[in-house]
């Protein structure tokens, strides 16, 4: 048995355990939309060919000319959508709305990636390669003859990382792009500061079991994904011949946890997408278990002028097509891209940022985070904890906790910690904040992590949480939160002489005014991520926090 085979094998039969463990329920969801469907192979500059599913409105006649919208993905094979079999056949059009895009006239494009689905090539997780695969799409979209010439792209999570690839390639016919919790750094995707990140291993599970070494086993097993009976034979034989040195590069770079290497700087695209001008529609759920609310933001601020959007609240790893809790969502969408893409005359409705709180409430702002949050600097316990994971213990935790508040406080931003610390750098340090009920039930409101140093330096996730008058602010330092990070415990002690955090709290009040109500998200944050506290707890944890007077409507 050739190297090649058993790895096939070896993959194959992981896919298989994943489809034999999804709910016997799972199939494609089929369209409601009436449409035509063909495919075609597109030729890319280096000789990768790219298989393409084009689905146009039914009836239309081919010398029509549309705007296109396009999908760039690894999850499109016509057997399955990642690990949900797929009886039916044809395009994989799963959570892409694309009966939105139908019924409003456009063609839909999906793509895809080299080496997935019916397209040859090597993977090479948002390297130069896939990149040019998404700019070779994307003019080849535009360059039809059923096609006005202009593209939009449109994705969540790694087909949100396409659509950014995208933008950082601006090829011709590019005119505007829709990106839900994308990948901007594919390092701090996998890594907070080198230490992994846990994943979600559906259908198996919806807890963290996964960590960053077997991303690339996993993406590799989805582009093992064997072709339907009745594709066509060169689908079929681009969907079995992933040659045994994509595997083995693939895996060698990716399992590499040295952020500062060429292969993770070359994926990294909040540079690249520096002063961009294309309209970008962007979403970021700040209770995203996947994508988390990290470098997303350091993309956003710096973008250039022009018509951006973005929506930044409490889901998970999704669009807000549905289980946001509001109704607004599509209509937006749809009206960027009929603005931007379509060139029609309309206004896109709504603000330029929508904010979901972590209450169920929804707001307009201009900046995010807003401009009159006001950094909030508290000084945190000293003492010290054991680096030993798994076990539950007082000895792995040092507490701070503020007095009830007076007036209701509004974090809306991205806290930073900053910790003086001794002890072995094979050990981590962890910041957790706590919304603390009266009744002393503790909800995360956001946590961080970093690799212990004299001075460790921590950017927690952003958050948009208001704290009501009586809870207190809790802050846990700690060795790592065991459901959220891989980590090695290093059995030391560490001792933390000095900590602080910045806690950004608004100064002006909010008045919520669109319209909108709980996600689904906040729900299953809040029976996931919610303790009860001890009462002893609270007697030598208290900390003095100078929280400021809220002035009124901003």
């Given at each position: ?115 997935f689905g019916g397209s040859d090539g090597c993977p090479d997780f948002g390297g130069p390669g896939e990149r040019s695969d998404v700019a070779t799409a994307v003019e080849w979209a535009a360059s039809q003859p059923w096609s006005t010439g202009k593209v939009g792209m449109f994705g969540a999570s790694y087909e949100a990382w396409t659509g950014l690839m995208g933008l950082a390639a601006a090829p011709n016919g590019l005119a505007a792009v829709v990106a839900f919790e994308p990948v901007v750094d594919p390092y701090s995707y996998l890594y907070m500061q ?255 992590i970093a690799p212990v140093t004299d001075t460790a330096e921590i950017r927690l996730l952003a958050q948009d949480w208001p704290i009501s008058v009586g809870h207190r602010i809790g802050a846990r330092v700690t060795d790592v939160v065991d459901d959220v990070w891989s980590h090695s415990p290093a059995f030391a002690h ?61």
């Open positions: 048995m050739t190297e090649r085979t058993g790895m096939l094998r070896a993959l194959f039969g992981l896919l298989l355990l994943l489809v034999a463990s999804a709910p016997a329920t799972a199939a494609a969801e089929p369209l409601a939309a009436p449409f035509q469907w063909r495919q075609a192979f597109i030729d890319g500059k280096d000789g990768t060919r790219l298989h393409a599913d084009i689905l146009r409105p039914d009836g239309i006649s081919d010398d029509i000319r549309t705007p296109v919208i396009l999908t760039v993905s690894p999850y499109r094979a016509h057997l399955a959508y990642l690990s949900e079999p797929r009886l039916a056949g044809g395009p994989s059009t799963d959570n892409l709305t694309v009966d939105l895009f139908l019924r409003a006239g456009y063609t839909y494009v999906i793509v895809d990636l080299r080496g080198g230490v992994s990140w846990k994943f979600s291993g559906k259908p198996i599970t919806e807890n963290g079991v996964r960590p960053a070494d077997f991303a690339g086993l996993e993406h590799l097993l989805i582009a093992s994904t064997p072709p339907r009976p009745e594709d066509s034979p060169g689908y079929r034989a681009n969907a079995t011949q992933l040659p045994a040195h994509c595997y083995q590069q693939y895996l060698a770079d990716i399992t590499n946890h040295d952020g500062g290497t060429a292969f993770w700087r070359d994926r990294d695209l909040v540079a690249p997408l520096r002063g961009t001008m294309i309209p970008l529609f962007l979403g970021q759920g700040f209770v995203d278990y996947n994508t988390r609310a990290y470098r997303v933001f350091d993309l956003w601020h710096g973008l250039g002028p022009g018509e951006h959007r973005a929506w930044f609240g409490q889901w998970g790893h999704r669009t807000c097509h549905d289980k946001c809790g509001t109704p607004h969502f599509d209509t937006e969408v749809l009206a960027f891209f009929d603005r931007h893409v379509a060139g029609r005359d309309v206004e896109v409705p709504g603000p330029r940022i929508t904010v979901g709180q972590f209450d169920g409430r929804w707001r307009a702002e201009t900046a995010w985070p807003p401009a009159d949050a006001q950094r909030v600097a508290v000084e945190l316990r000293t003492g010290g904890y054991t680096d030993r994971g798994l076990v539950p213990g007082r000895d792995r935790e040092v507490w701070s906790v503020s007095e009830p508040l007076t007036q209701h406080q509004h974090l809306s931003g991205i806290p930073t910690a900053t910790l003086r610390l001794s002890g072995p750098p094979s050990a981590t340090v962890a910041v957790e904040l706590y919304d603390i009920a009266p009744d002393l039930r503790a909800t995360v409101i956001t946590r961080g560490v001792t933390v002489a000095a900590a602080s955090v910045e806690l950004p709290l608004l100064t002006g009040t909010r008045n919520p005014e669109l319209p909108g109500g709980l996600t689904e998200g906040i729900v299953k944050w809040r029976n996931e991520e919610t303790v009860t506290l001890e009462p002893g707890m609270l007697d030598n944890a208290t900390v003095p926090m100078n929280v400021p007077d809220r002035t009124g409507d901003r």
